[in-house]
C-alpha cells in the first residue's frame, strides 16, 4: 500500500483568533454571551472527554482545523495531562450539532 506524507501548514489567522477566544471563554465565561457554548462530557473524573463547541464563528474553518483549535485551547486551560483524556473534540455551528443531535440547549 503506497503512503503519503501530507505537509501541513500552521494554523490560519482566523484560527489563531478563535483559539484566543476560545481559552478566554473557557477560563472565564461570559454569562452574557450566547457563544461559544463549550459542552464537556464525561461519566466521571478520568474518564474518556467529549468536548463540543457550538459557535457560529467556526464557519470558515474545517473540521479537521476546528478540532486543532479546541484541543490547543483545552491543553492551554487544563494542562498537557488532561488532553490525554479527551476522544472526540468538534467544532460545531448551531445547525450542525442540531443535525447530529447534540445536547447542548
Known amino acids: 500500500m503506497p ?4 505537509v501541513r501548514s500552521g494554523p490560519s ?7 484566543v477566544r476560545l481559552i478566554r471563554e473557557w477560563r472565564q465565561p461570559d454569562p452574557a454571551a450566547h457563544q461559544p457554548i463549550i459542552v464537556e462530557e464525561s461519566t466521571g473524573a478520568g474518564q474518556p472527554v467529549h468536548l463540543y463547541v ?3 464563528n467556526w464557519s470558515p ?11 490547543d ?6 494542562g498537557r ?3 490525554a483524556t479527551v476522544t472526540v473534540a468538534m ?4 445547525t450542525e450539532a442540531d443535525r447530529l ?5
Open 3 to 6: 503512503v503519503k506524507k501530507l
Open 13 to 19: 489567522s482566523t484560527a489563531q483568533a478563535l483559539r
Open 54 to 56: 457550538i459557535w457560529d
Open 61 to 71: 474553518l474545517g473540521s479537521i482545523e476546528r478540532s486543532e483549535v479546541i484541543m
Open 73 to 78: 485551547a483545552y491543553e492551554a486551560v487544563h
Open 81 to 83: 495531562s488532561q488532553v
Open 91 to 94: 467544532g460545531l455551528t448551531p
Open 101 to 105: 443531535g447534540i445536547r447542548y440547549r
